[in-house]
T-cell receptor, first 115, second 115 residues
Framework: DAGVTQSPTHLIKTRGQQVTLRCSPK?????VSWYQQALGQGPQFIFQ???????QRGNFPDRFSGHQFPNYSSELNVNALLLGDSALYLC??????????????FGPGTRLTVL | AQSVAQPEDQVNVAEGNPLTVKCTYS??????LFWYVQYPNRGLQFLLK??????LVKGSYGFEAEFNKSQTSFHLKKPSALVSDSALYFC?????????????FGKGTRLSVIA
């Protein structure tokens, strides 16, 4: 059983550019969450997708947007990149049902560097 | 609002000695609590969780954690540390009333096990 997969592994962009990160959830999971982990910090919640809709959103600007596809995979898009967007972007999936006791399963992350 | 505090940025322990990584939390209702481990350039791996019931929770790789409601703590422990346990450890919390909401993470504690 493949766990959560993310692509690409690493990405280098320049300020002002746009980037798309991709995530495939663990088999049987239909809820996908995205987190940003800056160096030396814990993961910060960006948004969560369920049934192709953004269900919850953290304190991130509109430059951060996403999408979920019918197969539950998801994309994170960031426009007008800033130096401060450099971070590890983590995708996490969880099974269906609005149950808080379910742990999230994380992918290996995409390391984004903005120059 | 929910929050997690990990008061130690770094914990050093000799191989074979017991280890403790501290975590305190704040939620309005009852907590669901989680521990994750992160190895260099990797995503987060789930170790264990507390939902309800026995205050001592056993998890992967010989780790356990003790839930203490009066002290609002959920410290991670292991009786005998291994060099391979060296990694970054994150505590996370979710309000049990809030369903499948995002996890709120602490800043992390770097564990270094010295041979």
């Amino acid at each position: 059983d493949a766990g959560v997969t993310q692509s690409p592994t690493h990405l280098i962009k320049t300020r002002g550019q746009q980037v798309t990160l991709r995530c495939s959830p663990k088999s049987g999971h239909d809820t996908v969450s995205w987190y940003q982990q800056a160096l030396g910090q814990g993961p910060q919640f960006i948004f969560q997708y369920y049934e192709e809709e953004e269900r919850q959103r953290g304190n991130f600007p509109d430059r951060f947007s996403g999408h979920q596809f019918p197969n539950y995979s998801s994309e994170l898009n960031v426009n007008a990149l800033l130096l401060g967007d450099s971070a590890l972007y983590l995708c996490a999936s969880s099974p269906s049902g609005n149950y808080g006791y379910n742990e999230q399963f994380f992918g290996p992350g995409t390391r984004l560097t903005v120059l | 609002a929910q929050s997690v505090a990990q008061p130690e940025d770094q914990v050093n322990v000799a191989e074979g000695n017991p280890l403790t990584v501290k975590c305190t939390y704040s939620v309005s209702g009852n907590p669901y609590l989680f521990w994750y481990v992160q190895y260099p350039n990797r995503g987060l791996q789930f170790l264990l969780k507390y939902i309800t019931g026995d205050n001592l929770v056993k998890g992967s790789y010989g780790f356990e954690a003790e839930f203490n409601k009066s002290q609002t703590s959920f410290h991670l422990k292991k009786p005998s540390a291994l060099v391979s346990d060296s990694a970054l450890y994150f505590c996370a919390v979710r309000d049990a009333r809030s369903g499948n909401t995002p996890l709120v993470f602490g800043k992390g504690t770097r564990l270094s096990v010295i041979a």
